[in-house]
């Protein structure tokens, strides 16, 4: 099996998100300001997926991963497992 580490998240005073601290769900990012599509842009280039500061839908980061199979293929290769 194969797994890949995302970039640890930071709230706004730069401490790491925490389950413990119930900073984990999407009501957080929300109250911070973040939409959906900001999470999912962040998440997706904590793997090297899209640049820095994407916003996108899951729809169209599957378009873009679909366009572009390279960018999907490097986070496996680069995978730990």
Known sequence: MS???????????????????????????????????????KLAAGLNLVSNNSELSLLELLSEL???????LNVFNNAKG
């Open 3 to 41: 797994y890949r580490y995302v970039p640890i998240l930071l709230n706004p005073l730069g401490k790491k998100l925490s389950k413990r601290n119930h900073d984990d769900s999407l009501s957080f990012y929300q109250s911070q300001g973040l939409h959906p599509p900001q999470v999912i842009g």
């Open 66 to 72: 679909k366009n572009n199979k390279r960018k999907l």
